[in-house]
C-alpha cells in the first residue's frame, strides 16, 4: 500500500533517463583531463609532503608537525562536513539536492583518508619526537604537568589509537556505504535504496555527531591540553560544513566550465548551495562568537590563556581576519540574490569561504608554536604552505579520482525528478 | 503614482479621478474585473495580460501563486534594501547608543574589570536592535509598498469580489490603463478564459 | 478503481500527470504514512477543494467550539487568577514569600522564565526556519506555535519583572534619561535578556501578525458575505451559559463585529499578487532575520548563567545547547496542544495529518539527542578540564540532595524520546502526546537543575543550603500555565488557526504548474539552467 506501482515510477524514471541533461557525455567527468589532474595533483601533494619532511628537519619538528596538521585538520573537517550534511540531507527527505549529492558522497567518501593522513603525524609525535606538537604524548608530561596527569585517563596513547580505529570504522563504513548505495541506485534504479540510506544515516548521525566532538578533542583541543571547551565539536563542525559546501560549489563550477553537468546545476542550485554557505558562515560565527565571548567574560585563567595567545599580541591580526573573511566578507559579499546565482561569483565566494577555512585551523594549531607572544617569523611560512599544498595534493587528487570513478550526479534517484525541477520562487 | 491618484485613492471623499468612461446608470468606471476559477487558467490569464500590454492591472488571488511574477512580468520589489538600511540604522544606533552610555556619558562604573569601552558586550543589544529595525522595516515597509493600511477599496463593493479570499482568482483591468476601453477589455478577458466579467464603478 | 487514493494525486501531480478527477472515495486517516522515496505524503487529506479548508478553518474562529470550550476557559481563568493574586501578595509582601535563601537566590522565578522563554521558540522554529527550509509541512502547525510563542513570552516576561521584588523599579533596566543621571548598564547578561526577549516578542508578534493579515481577510469577506446577503444579520445576545436564559440583546450582530473587528485587522488586503509578491519577500526577509533572532534570545538567555564563574554554569556549549534545548522543549508543548485538539475540532486530521506529527517527533528525537549530547559533554569537560569544583558539581546533580531532579530530567529528556525509533510511537498520537508531557516536564527539571543544583552548594560548606519552594512559588507557575492555557483557548476559538493562504499554496489546487501542460515551463528552465 501507499505506493506508486512499480509500472507508474518506471514510466517517470524513463522519462528521466530520456531528459537530455542526463545524457553520458554531461554526467561523467572528462576522462583524459581528470586523470592527468588527478596525477598533477598527487604529484604537487608528494612534493610537498617531501618538503614538509625537510622543514621538519630545517625548523624543527613541531613546526613542521604544525603545519602538517593545519593542512590535515583543514581536509577532515570538510570531508566530516559533507557526511554530516549528506545524512542530514538523506534524513530530511531533501529533494533539491538530488541532483548535486553525489559530490557530497565522494567528499565525504575521503573522511578515513584524511583521518589516515592525520595518522604519521600522532605516530611521529607518539614515537619519534615525543609530544613535540601534542605536550601530553611525551611520557614524561604527566608526571611533571600536574593538570596533564589528571587528565591521563583520556590523553594516553592507547585511547588515541582505539579511538582513532573506531573513528575510521565508522567514518569509512559509513561513508563508503552512502556512497556505495547511491552508486547501486545508478546500477539498479531500486528505488528503495534510499530508504535505506535513510536508516543507515539515522542511526549514524548521532555516533557521527559524538566522534566529530571528540576527534576535535583529540587532534586540535588537545595540542594544549590545558586548555577545555565544552563547544569544541560543534565548532569543528561547523567549520567542516562550510569548508564542505564551499568544495562542493568550486566543483559544479569546475565542471560547469568543462561543459558538463549543463543544466543538472542550475542557478536554482547554486542558490540554495550559496544559501547553505551563507547559513553555516552565519553559524560558524555564532559558535567562534559564543566560545570567545563567554571565555573572554567569564576570565577564568585556566582557559582564558587560549583565547589570549589568539586574540592579543602576534596572533590578534590573524583573529580579526577570520573574524572579517570568515563571516563579515562571505556575509555581505553573499548576501545577494545574484551573487549567489552565478557560478562564478558564487565560485568565488566559496573559494574564498575555503581559503578561510584553511586560516581557521592555522590560528587554531599554529599559535602553539609562539607561547608567550612571540611572533611567528614570516619566513618559515613557506612550511606551511609546503605542508597545505602536500595535503591538498594529496586529498584532491584522490577527490579527482573519486569523482571520475562515477557519473557525476545520481542516475536514478526518486528524487530526480524534483530536482530537475527545482526553482526557488520568491 | 500621481499624487492626484493617491489622494483619490485614500480619500475619495474629497477628491475624485476624472473617469473617462461611465456605466449606464451613469457611475464613473474604475475599471473591470473578471473571474477565473481555478488557479491554472488564472496562471495563464495572467500570462496573456502581460503579453497584452496591459500596464494598470492586477491578480487577485487567495494565496501567493508560485511563479507569477514571471507570469505577470512583476519586478523585483525593492524592500529588501529598505530592510538593508533599516539593519544598518538598528545596529549604528544600538552601537552608538552603548558605546556612549558605557564609555563617554557613565564611566567609573567597571564591571569585572572589563574596559568601559569593550566592544564584545554590545555585540548582543546590537544584533536584536538590528534585527528588529529590519523586522519593523519589512512588515511595515511591505505594507507600505502596497499601499496598505486602505480599508476602502472600489473592488470591495462587489459582491463577487468577496469570493477572491477563499478559492477564485480576479484579473483586475484598471480604466487609467492607457489601453483600457470598458467594452473591448472585457470582451478580451472572455476570450482569455473568465468565467464572468463585471464592470467596477468607483467608489 | 472506486476508492480514491490521496497519494496517488500527489504522485501524478509531482511527475507531472493531470490530478485525477474521478469520484472521491471514503476518507482515509494515513494516507499521509506512505514509505516511497519518489513520492511526497499530500498535506492536506481527502482531496479538499481551496473552499473546503477555508469552510474548516474559517469554520473554528466562526462557530461556537462546542461544550468543552467554555468551562475549560473558565478553569484556566480561575487558574490564571490564582496566579495574578499571588503576583499581586508577592508584591505587597515580598520577595520573602518564595523560598529563596541566601545560597539559592534564583530558583522557580528563573526556572519558570527560561522554561517559557523556550517553549516560546518553537513557534518562532517552526515558522522561520522550516520557512527557510522549505518544508511545506509546517502549514499546518506554525500558526498555533506562532501563537504558543506570543503567550509563551508573555508568561517568560511575568517572571523576571516580579523576581527584581520592587517592581516599580524596573523601568530602570530601560536606557531612559532620568533626574538622577543613572544609565543602565549594558556589560551585564540581564540587561542583554531584556533587549533580547523584548525583541523577540515584538518581531514575534510582527511575524504572527503579519501571517494572519491574509486570513483576517477571509475572515472578513466571510462575514460581510453574510451581511450582505442578509443572512448574519440577527443581534447577539448575552445569555446564561448554563441555563441558556437570554439576559439582554445587544445592538450588534456577530458578523458586524467580525466583518469590523476583522476588517480593520486585515488593513484592506484584497490579494493582489502585487502585494502578495511584496508580501512573501517581506515573509522571507522577517524569516530570515528571525532564525538568527531565535539563536540569539536563547544563546542570551544562557549567557546569564554562562557568563558567570559559577561551576555548572560557566560552560562554552551553553548557546547552543538552550537552544537546541528550547526547540525540543517548543515542540513537545506544540505538540502537547496540538494532539488535543486534533482529536477535537472537526477535520483537524485532514490538514494536521499524522505524517505532520510525525515528522515532529522526529524533530523531538533529534534534539532530544542533542540536548544529550550537550549533556553528555558538560559531563565529560568537566572531569578533563581538571577543575574540582566543576566535578564536584557534577557529582553532586547526578547524586547529591537533588538526584531526583537530575534523573528526572535525563529520563525525561534522553530516555522517553527514544521510543521513537519506532515508527509505531512516532505515528501513534496518544504516545507522541505521551512522550511530548514527559518532555515538558523534564525540560523544566533542565532548567532547575542548572540553575538550583549549580547554587545551592557554593565554595564553602558553610555556604551550602537547600531549597524549597513554598506554595507561593508553586501557586506562581501554575497560574503562569493559567495565563498561558487560557490565551491558548481564545486562540483557537477566535482567530484563523491554520494558516489558510498558505496552506492553499501548497495544495495540489494551488499549483500553477502541477499539470501537464507545465512544458514550455519547464524547458525555459533547461535553456535557463544550460549556460
Known sequence: ?426 | ?203 | MTSFHPDKVTAERLTGNKASTGPQGPPRDDGTLLEDPSVRSPLVLNNRSLHDVTEIVCGYAENPPGKWWLPLFMFTATVAGIGTLMILYLLITGVGVWGLNNQVGWAWDITNFVFWIGIGHAGTLISAILCLFKQKWRTAVNRSAEAMTIFAVICAGIFPGIHVGRVWFIWYVFPIPNSNAIWPNFRSPLLWDVFAVSTYATVSLLFWFMGMIPDFATLRDRADKRLRAGSGLSKLSVQCPITGIKFFSLPFSADGVRALVYGFLALGWRGSSRHWHRYEAAYLILAGVATPLVLSVHSIVSFDFATSVIPGWHTTIFPPYFVAGAIFGGFAMVLFLLIPAREIFPNFKDILTLRHLENMAKIILVTGMMVGFAYAMEFFIAWYGGNKFEVEVFINRATGPYWWAYWTMIFCNVVTPQVFWKRSMRTSPLAIWTVALFVTVGMWFERFVIIVSSLHRAFLPGEWHMFFPTAVDILTFVGSCGIFLTLFLLFLRFLPIFPLAEIKAVMPQGDPHGHSDDHDQSDKNNAEGGH
Open chain 2, 1 to 203: 503614482m500621481v499624487i492626484t491618484d493617491l489622494l483619490a485613492d485614500y480619500a475619495p471623499f474629497l477628491f475624485s479621478r476624472k473617469a473617462k468612461y461611465a456605466t449606464e446608470a451613469g457611475e464613473p468606471i474604475w475599471g473591470v474585473m473578471a473571474q477565473f476559477d481555478d488557479v491554472v487558467n488564472a496562471y495563464h490569464a495572467a500570462e496573456k495580460m502581460r503579453d497584452a500590454g496591459f500596464k494598470h492591472w492586477d491578480l487577485h488571488a487567495p494565496f501567493p501563486i508560485h511563479g507569477i511574477e514571471e507570469a505577470m512580468g512583476i519586478k523585483r520589489t525593492i524592500l529588501p534594501f529598505i530592510v538593508l538600511g533599516a539593519m544598518f540604522t538598528g545596529v549604528a544606533v544600538a552601537a552608538g547608543m552603548q558605546w556612549w552610555i558605557t564609555a563617554v556619558d557613565y564611566t567609573g562604573f567597571t564591571v569585572q574589570g572589563k574596559p568601559y569601552g569593550a566592544w564584545q558586550p554590545f555585540a548582543m543589544i546590537i544584533f536584536e536592535i538590528g534585527v528588529l529595525f529590519s523586522a519593523f522595516a519589512s512588515l511595515f515597509g511591505m505594507l507600505m509598498l502596497n499601499g496598505l493600511p486602505r480599508w476602502n477599496h472600489p473592488l470591495f463593493c462587489k459582491d463577487r469580489f468577496l469570493d477572491s479570499s477563499d478559492d477564485k482568482f480576479f484579473v483586475v483591468v484598471e480604466a487609467r490603463d492607457p489601453s483600457f476601453n470598458p467594452e473591448q477589455t472585457s470582451r478580451f478577458l472572455r476570450e482569455i478564459g473568465a468565467t464572468a466579467v463585471e464592470l467596477v464603478e468607483d467608489a
Open chain 1, 1 to 426: 500500500m501507499s505506493q506508486i506501482g512499480a509500472e507508474s515510477y518506471e514510466q517517470i524514471m524513463a522519462g528521466v533517463a530520456a531528459d537530455p541533461r542526463m545524457d553520458r557525455d554531461n554526467v561523467s567527468a572528462p576522462a583524459g583531463a581528470a586523470a592527468s589532474l588527478s596525477r598533477l595533483l598527487l604529484g604537487a601533494g608528494a612534493a610537498g609532503l617531501a618538503i614538509t619532511l625537510v622543514g621538519g628537519f630545517v625548523l624543527g619538528a613541531q613546526h613542521a608537525l604544525a603545519s602538517y596538521v593545519v593542512a590535515v585538520g583543514a581536509v577532515l573537517a570538510a570531508s566530516l562536513g559533507a557526511l554530516c550534511m549528506l545524512m542530514i540531507f538523506h534524513l530530511v527527505n531533501a529533494g533539491w539536492v538530488a541532483t548535486t549529492r553525489r559530490q557530497f558522497e565522494n567528499l565525504a567518501s575521503l573522511a578515513p583518508v584524511a583521518l589516515l593522513l592525520m595518522l604519521p603525524a600522532l605516530l611521529i609525535d607518539l614515537v619519534v619526537t615525543k609530544g613535540a606538537l601534542w605536550e601530553w604524548m611525551n611520557p614524561e608530561a604527566a608526571a611533571n604537568d600536574f593538570l596533564i596527569g589528571q587528565k591521563a585517563a583520556y590523553l594516553n596513547p592507547v585511547r588515541l589509537l582505539v579511538f582513532f580505529v573506531l573513528y575510521f570504522a565508522l567514518w569509512g563504513g559509513v561513508s563508503h556505504r552512502l556512497r556505495a548505495l547511491s552508486v547501486e541506485q545508478d546500477r539498479t534504479g531500486d528505488r528503495f535504496l534510499t530508504m535505506k540510506a535513510r536508516f543507515m544515516s539515522a542511526w549514524a548521525l548521532p555516533l557521527t555527531a559524538l566522534t566529530v566532538a571528540f576527534a576535535g578533542f583529540d587532534y586540535f583541543m588537545s595540542i594544549q591540553p590545558h586548555f577545555f571547551s565544552t563547544m569544541w565539536g560543534v565548532y569543528i563542525f561547523a567549520g567542516g560544513v562550510c569548508a564542505a559546501v564551499a568544495i562542493v560549489i568550486l566543483t559544479f563550477c569546475f565542471l560547469q566550465f568543462v561543459g558538463r553537468m549543463q543544466g543538472l546545476v542550475t542557478p536554482e542550485h547554486y542558490h540554495d548551495l550559496g544559501k547553505l554557505l551563507f547559513a553555516f558562515c552565519c553559524f560558524w560565527a555564532y559558535i567562534g562568537f559564543s566560545q570567545y565571548f563567554l571565555i573572554w567574560y567569564a576570565n577564568i585563567p585556566e582557559e582564558t590563556f587560549w583565547m589570549l595567545e589568539r586574540t592579543t599580541g602576534a596572533w590578534r591580526g590573524t583573529a580579526i581576519f577570520l573574524a572579517v573573511g570568515h563571516f563579515g566578507i562571505p556575509f555581505f559579499f553573499l548576501m545577494p540574490r545574484t551573487v549567489k546565482r552565478r557560478p562564478l561569483f558564487i565560485g568565488i565566494g566559496a573559494a574564498w569561504v575555503l581559503f578561510m577555512h584553511v586560516i581557521d585551523y592555522v590560528w587554531i594549531v599554529r599559535p602553539v608554536l609562539h607561547h608567550g607572544g612571540h611572533a611567528p617569523t614570516p619566513a618559515s611560512w613557506w612550511l606551511d604552505i609546503a605542508a597545505i599544498v602536500g595535503v591538498f595534493g594529496i586529498f584532491f587528487g584522490l577527490y579527482v579520482i573519486r569523482l571520475g570513478s562515477v557519473s557525476l550526479t545520481p542516475m536514478r534517484d526518486p528524487k530526480l525528478p524534483e530536482a530537475l525541477k527545482h526553482k526557488n520562487y520568491v
